[in-house]
């Protein structure tokens, strides 16, 4: 009787594993990463003039925050406070960008 515990928690363990690892590598090929980028936020002023490039990912199942990140021009990634009055207005610009675009 042993035996036949062991090899059932074996082959329970093996499905396991195998189930783990298939999930981790078709969210993987989704290309999205499953937790959240930010751990703290900037919610100085940073003149436009230094920003090179702004990402906003919006909250999910992988994090609950709305995250911007912007990319300064010395290459230094910055995490935005997306509710600072400045932040809003960038990612309203980028929106109304897009939207524009889009027509």
């Known amino acids: 009787m042993n035996a036949k515990i ?3 928690t074996l082959l329970l363990a093996l499905f ?3 189930n783990r690892e298939t999930e981790g590598v078709s969210l993987a090929r989704m290309g999205g ?11 100085r002023f940073i003149p436009p ?4 490039d702004v ?5 999910g199942p ?9 990319t300064l021009k010395d290459g230094r990634e910055v995490c935005l406070e997306p509710t600072a009055p400045w932040v809003k207005l960038i990612i309203q610009a ?8 889009a027509l």
Do not use: P, W, Y
């Open 33 to 43: 990463e499953l937790r959240c980028q930010c751990i703290n936020t900037h919610s």
């Open 94 to 101: 980028i929106l109304d960008r897009a939207q524009g675009n």
């Open 16 to 18: 396991l594993f195998t």
């Open 6 to 8: 062991t090899a059932a």
């Open 62 to 70: 992988h994090c609950k925050n709305v995250e911007v990140i912007a």
């Open 49 to 52: 003039r230094n920003i090179q």
């Open 55 to 59: 990402k906003l990912t919006q909250s």
